[in-house]
């Protein structure tokens, strides 16, 4: 077979990092609802899209845009990633740019754009920036006096600016405005400020809908950076948002077939068994299913006739993905995999996984039948980078445990008593980083429960 052929017949390749296109996890239902109700709810409102890193909020916020450009009669749609406006001199201006843009709205919002700008601009920093020695110090304090006489004259006037700019935009309300703010989290402490506390002072105007995709505890991290007090920082972003929505977590089955998207026609089959080894966090299992599509390849030209078991290949790559530790020990020696109750060995508390209970069979049979498998997750292997925490086991007091989790994921007294009343293992955590993993682990081992990094 030529190489055309082959690749030919690879009819699913190596995805991109960028939101999908099509909705692929049955979300479309979500989109129409949030959809529906931004067409028809008061304004000026503030709607927060909650989710962690990687669990497609990004997706979903271009859902429900494409939702209102194509209802009869919809509102019109900005989108705005705050990360790459971040280092603006104000968000708020870098915003309404966008939107003078995407509306054409020609040399009227130029002129008003240029207004707010000015009014927000320090004028003072600017004469600093100037200061030296050979300064006249009498005649730059006259001249620092007049520019914030001039600063504040502009400030009194800047409500009014913003007032006819998006007026202007929204036809002073008829017309309704629906601004998708993406990517807020990833933003410096500062920047993260300046942006929803111009949405609170400025942009609170009639006719405009706000739609924040968000990471809820990176930006309450972020906020309590500048404030230092967790109540604060909650409290804040409650006053801020007036809807807040938390992604629901994407079934088994939709997130089964969202893996077959992504893999060749042939590898269905094992579809499951990486749903089973990484659960459903989208772009998790995309990072997973890139890595895993090389080695697939790699393994057809490296094993010779039918030694190859892809099921093997991928069984290793979710335990190298989910458990490094465990990992490196069964790379550094093979009986790692032979389960023994009178030793302590990690293999003895993960005989019920499925990926590792494939690994002991194989070994069971052949010592040396992962040899092939390691040399090539040690060339292509995709490093985690975010991880989840479970807890498998409640202690005595369960109060204690209810009070982390509901500081944890900034939800009421009631939704974090039934998620700590709901069947174990109790997914408590996700997309955390490791230090940040091992810190909620800590915390729920200091109230008596166990729990654990998945």
Same mark, same amino acid.
């Given at each position: 077979m030529s190489?055309?052929?082959?690749?030919?017949?690879? +009819?699913?390749?190596? !995805?991109?990092?960028?939101?999908?296109?099509?909705?692929?996890?049955?979300?479309?239902? &979500?989109?129409?609802?949030l959809g529906n109700s931004i067409m028809v709810c008061e304004t000026p409102l503030v709607v927060g899209l909650y989710g962690s890193w990687g669990t497609g909020k990004t997706s979903l916020m271009r859902l429900? /845009?494409?939702?209102?450009?194509?209802?009869?009669?919809?509102?019109?749609?900005?989108?705005?990633?705050?990360?790459?406006?971040?280092?603006?001199?104000?968000p708020a201006v870098a915003l309404l740019h966008t939107m003078v843009d995407k509306l054409g709205l020609g040399e009227e919002g130029r002129r008003l754009l240029a207004a707010i700008a000015g009014a927000l601009t320090n004028a003072a920093l600017r004469a600093m920036t100037v200061f030296n020695a050979t300064t006249d110090f009498k005649a730059f304090e006259k001249q620092y006096e007049e520019e914030r006489f001039q600063i504040r004259e502009k400030q009194v006037r800047l409500r009014e600016h913003f007032e006819r700019l998006l007026g202007r935009a929204t036809d002073d309300g008829a017309v309704r405005l629906v601004f998708f703010i993406d990517d807020l989290d990833r933003c410096l402490p500062e920047n993260i400020l300046k942006t929803l506390e111009a949405l609170k002072l400025f942009l609170n105007m009639p006719g405009c809908v706000y739609v924040?995709?968000?990471? !809820? $505890?990176?930006? $309450?991290? +972020? &906020?309590?950076?500048?404030y230092k007090d967790r109540d604060i920082s909650e409290r804040y972003l409650d006053k801020i948002v007036q809807v807040p929505f938390s992604l629901p977590p994407v079934s088994t089955d939709s997130t089964t077939s969202f893996v077959c998207s992504l893999l060749p026609e042939s590898?269905?089959?094992?579809?499951?068994?990486?749903v089973a080894g990484?659960?459903?966090?989208? !772009?998790? &299992?995309?990072?997973?299913?890139? +890595?895993?599509?090389?080695?697939?390849e790699l393994a057809k030209q490296t094993f010779a006739g039918t030694d190859y078991e892809v099921r093997i290949l991928a069984a290793l790559l979710v335990v190298q993905y989910q458990?490094?530790?465990?990992y490196k020990e069964i790379t550094e020696l093979r009986d790692a995999l032979a389960p023994d109750d009178t030793?302590?060995?990690?293999?003895? +508390?993960?005989? /019920?996984?499925?990926?590792?209970? !494939?690994? &002991?069979?194989?070994? $069971?049979?052949?010592?040396?039948?992962?040899?092939?498998?390691?040399y090539l997750s040690e060339a292509v292997g995709v490093r985690r980078i975010d991880f989840d925490v479970l807890v498998t086991e409640i202690g005595e007091f369960k109060i204690n445990l209810i009070k982390v989790v509901r500081e944890h994921n900034g939800v009421g007294l009631k939704e974090a008593k039934e998620m700590v009343e709901s069947d174990l293992p109790i997914i408590v955590g996700t997309g955390l980083s490791r230090a940040a993993a091992e810190e909620l682990v800590e915390q729920i081992r200091g109230t008596g429960s166990k729990g654990e990094i998945s």
């Open positions: 190489t055309r052929d082959g690749l030919a017949s690879w +009819s699913t390749g190596i !995805r991109n990092d960028e939101p999908a296109s099509v909705d692929a996890l049955d979300r479309d239902k &979500i989109a129409r609802a429900v /845009g494409r939702h209102l450009e194509t209802a009869q009669g919809g509102p019109i749609t900005v989108w705005f990633d705050a990360w790459r406006h971040q280092f603006d001199e104000n924040l995709g968000v990471d !809820r $505890e990176a930006l $309450e991290n +972020s &906020i309590n950076t500048r590898l269905h089959d094992i579809a499951a068994d990486i990484l659960g459903t966090n989208p !772009r998790r &299992i995309k990072r997973f299913v890139n +890595s895993f599509i090389l080695n697939d458990r490094p530790d465990f030793v302590e060995k990690t293999v003895n +508390s993960l005989t /019920g996984d499925r990926a590792v209970g !494939r690994l &002991i069979a194989a070994v $069971e049979q052949d010592a040396h039948a992962l040899d092939g498998y390691i």
